[in-house]
């Protein structure tokens, strides 16, 4: 089962940047999508973006309130996968949370679909 672990939460000012790391220990996270959540306290988890594998020519989807802002990528021969967050707000202020499913939907992100959630990493956007 793969395991995943994310960091590059922290503190920033409204308008900063931050990038979030997903890291698995190892295979077989390349066989899968990743994904991003977030939940921000009182409110239930929202799915941001995901990205495909390289069998689906790593298609990625975005939440329309990420979108232009925010930019999934992945690096398989490191077996990580990150969120690029531009302009963040205050509204952007959650954990953060990656997790795997066997691909991307057009439709959207459902968390039901997803598997192997990491812990989470802070992201706290001050005004």
């Known amino acids: 089962q793969v395991q995943l672990v994310e960091s590059g939460g922290g503190l920033v000012q409204a308008g900063d940047s931050l990038r979030l790391s997903c890291a698995a220990a190892?295979?077989?996270?390349?066989?899968?999508?990743i994904g991003w959540f977030r939940q921000a306290p009182g409110k239930r988890r929202e799915g941001m973006s995901c990205?495909?594998?390289?069998?689906?020519?790593?298609?990625?989807y975005y939440a329309d309130s990420v979108k232009g802002r925010f930019t999934i990528s992945r690096d398989d021969a490191k077996y990580t996968a990150y969120l690029q967050m531009n302009s963040l707000k205050p509204e952007d202020t959650a954990v953060y949370y990656c997790?795997?499913?066997?691909?991307?939907?057009?439709?959207?992100?459902?968390?039901?679909?997803?598997?192997?959630w990491g812990q989470g990493t802070q992201v706290t956007v001050s005004s």
């Open positions: 190892g295979p077989p996270f390349n066989y899968y999508a």
């Open positions: 990205i495909n594998n390289n069998d689906y020519n790593n298609f990625t």
């Open positions: 997790a795997i499913a066997a691909y991307c939907s057009l439709g959207g992100m459902d968390a039901g679909r997803f598997g192997s």
